[in-house]
T-cell receptor, first 115, second 111 residues
Framework: ETGVTQTPRHLVMGMTNKKSLKCEQH?????MYWYKQSAKKPLELMFV???????ENNSVPSRFSPECPNSSHLFLHLHTLQPEDSALYLC??????????????FGPGTRLTVL | EDKVVQSPLSLVVHEGDTVTLNCSYEVTNFRSLLWYKQEKKAPTFLFML????IEKKSGRLSSILDKKELFSILNITATQTGDSAVYLC???????????FGTGTRLTIIP
């Protein structure tokens, strides 16, 4: 596989469920990101990992818990979500720091619906 | 707080028309501006602009940045139905490892 892959592509869960989103990049990049895309709102950054270390947490509620075991894999663990958390969750990766003129490559996203 | 505003929010044109999409921004210590095309799910990278007045071009698409007036435009000539998508603009600030996105322009090309 090439590029950035995400699984599952669609997820429906109840508010009491625990689930995880998975992202894998096959580009040899060092940085990985989670974004949330809600209807009619800009893409919102959630978390940034650089060389497996979390470098940014954009005031995300604790019911979202990221995990980055290595530079190629990124997880988003979900627990006790609310209906307003329903959105498209996009993973991205970049070769290095964005401030060093590296572009981000996005995965296809996971469409999450919380009932 | 960094801010990106795109206009128009949506645009419907006929195949063959030329369109111009706008992106204005407010950011402390600007580093770069990026354009993405989002058709169904994954935004795909189009251009990165860092210097004023230098046009980036790829086929029928082109983009230019004005750092003095804090905006960028994305031009698409001879539009095709495959150009229908949401076009996203984002900026990167120095020392800030994130993209700040606008809400996007939804472009619809009518055959």
């Amino acid at each position: 596989e090439t590029g950035v892959t995400q699984t599952p592509r669609h997820l429906v869960m109840g508010m009491t469920n625990k689930k995880s989103l998975k992202c894998e990049q096959h580009l040899g990049h060092n940085a990985m990101y989670w974004y949330k895309q809600s209807a009619k709102k800009p893409l919102e950054l959630m978390f940034v990992y650089n060389f497996k270390e979390q470098t940014e947490n954009n005031s995300v509620p604790s019911r979202f818990s990221p995990e980055c075991p290595n530079s190629s894999h990124l997880f988003l663990h979900l627990h006790t979500l609310q209906p307003e958390d329903s959105a498209l969750y996009l993973c991205a990766s970049s070769q290095g720091r964005l401030s060093s003129y590296n572009e981000q490559f996005f995965g296809p996203g996971t469409r999450l619906t919380v009932l | 707080e960094d801010k990106v505003v795109q206009s128009p929010l949506s645009l419907v044109v006929h195949e063959g028309d030329t369109v111009t999409l706008n992106c204005s921004y407010e950011v402390t210590n600007f580093r770069s501006l990026l354009w993405y095309k989002q058709e169904k799910k994954a935004p795909t990278f189009l251009f990165m602009l860092t210097s004023s007045g230098i046009e980036k071009k790829s086929g029928r698409l082109s983009s230019i940045l004005d750092k003095k007036e804090l905006f960028s435009i994305l031009n698409i000539t001879a539009t095709q139905t495959g150009d229908s998508a949401v076009y996203l603009c984002a900026v990167v600030a120095e020392g800030n490892e994130k993209l700040t996105f606008g809400t996007g322009t939804r472009l619809t090309i009518i055959p």
